[in-house]
């Protein structure tokens, strides 16, 4: 059986990543398809702008995700089954929303009141 031979040098297992040039090591650079992130996910955006001053609305919550404002509400609604405090404010006749720290969230649902103009969800 005849083998054939190649020049190339051997390349060193890299568990599926390519391994680096020779001025990318030296540099100490990544290549540059190397993701640095891992995207954030949708729910973190919504956290993020729930926890704006000022809150959000629902309108600027559709255009940061891409959702229809039934999802929205689906996803407001999975934050206060997981404890968040969602505080809803009226401001020029539109809905706005916001995250509350805890201990007011609690005095609030304890009493019943409410913060300023807004109301807990």
């Not at 404890?83 to 404010?89: L, P, Q, Y």
């Amino acid at each position: 059986m005849i083998r054939k031979t190649t020049n190339a040098p051997s390349r060193v297992a890299t568990r599926g990543r390519k391994p680096l040039s020779e001025a990318q090591a030296r540099k100490g650079t990544a290549p540059k398809n190397a993701k640095a992130l891992p995207p954030r996910s949708k729910n973190t955006v919504v956290m993020e702008l729930l926890g704006q001053p000022g809150g959000v609305s629902i309108d600027e919550l559709m255009a940061a995700t891409g959702w229809q404002s039934h999802s929205v509400r689906a996803a407001l609604t999975t934050l206060r089954h997981k404890r968040h405090a969602i505080v809803r404010t009226m401001r020029d006749g539109i809905s706005r929303y916001a995250i509350t720290p805890a201990v007011l969230a609690v005095s609030e649902t304890t009493t019943g009141t409410t913060i300023g103009t807004g109301s807990v969800l």
